[in-house]
């Protein structure tokens, strides 16, 4: 369940990120910040902590156990740490696939946002749209979002087409988010990624 809620988290980051790019402010509201990141779903409500920097990003998260997990793009490298154990895994990051720079600009990606109603979020006044993502005329991802209008159209909340998903962000800081949260904590040991089935032997662990 945590793995899931992991990766739930990681998902609705990406895609939201992905809206900012797309139909956000100006690049410098979004090169630094700080916010909480509260999220719903069939796993259970639990709440993460984000920093971004200059495409960096660092999630925090507590649910049973703290794991952090950082996405470094410049080193092609997702780090996912496990406080409690000081150990931490090595995921290749993939540029080529993850950057939005590039769907932007790929013919055969669409994005679609349609205006649904004024609603407020957390305080900000916030505009509602149904966001769309199509590739070759299929669609790949779809949802809601809301553009708080006195933060420079952030996207403070989003919600999956089939309202299963739900994810508020709040105590939105811009600026101060220092290079050193980005980096591996001194002291923790690496493990290799768990082997699929039938794909290899057990997981192990470098000392």
């Not at 895609?15 to 509201?29: D, H, N, R, V």
């Not at 809301?146 to 994810?167: C, H, P, R």
Request: aromatic share 10%.
């Amino acid at each position: 369940m945590k793995k899931r809620a992991a990766v739930c988290i990681m998902s609705i980051f990406m895609l939201s990120l992905f809206a900012i790019k797309a139909f956000g402010a100006s690049p410098g509201t979004f090169n630094n910040y700080s916010a909480d990141m509260e999220t719903t779903s069939a796993q259970g409500s639990f709440t993460s902590k984000i920093f971004f920097k200059d495409g960096k990003m660092r999630m925090e998260g507590t649910q049973g156990s703290r794991s952090i997990n950082i996405i470094r793009p410049d080193k092609k490298v997702i780090w996912m740490l496990m406080v409690d154990s000081k150990t931490y895994m090595e995921i290749p990051f993939d540029i080529s696939k993850e950057d939005i720079q590039s769907k932007l600009r790929d013919p055969n990606i669409k994005t679609d946002k349609e205006f649904i109603a004024n609603e407020v979020v957390d305080k900000h006044p916030a505009k509602k749209y149904r966001l769309t993502i199509t590739t070759g005329g299929k669609k790949e991802k779809s949802g809601y979002i809301w553009e708080a209008t006195d933060l420079s159209n952030f996207v403070v909340k989003y919600q999956s087409e089939d309202k299963k998903i739900t994810t508020v962000w709040k105590n939105i800081n811009t600026g101060g988010v220092t290079d050193s949260v980005f980096e591996l904590p001194a002291g923790y040991k690496k493990m290799d990624m768990p082997v699929m089935p039938g794909k290899g032997g057990p997981i192990k662990q470098k000392h």
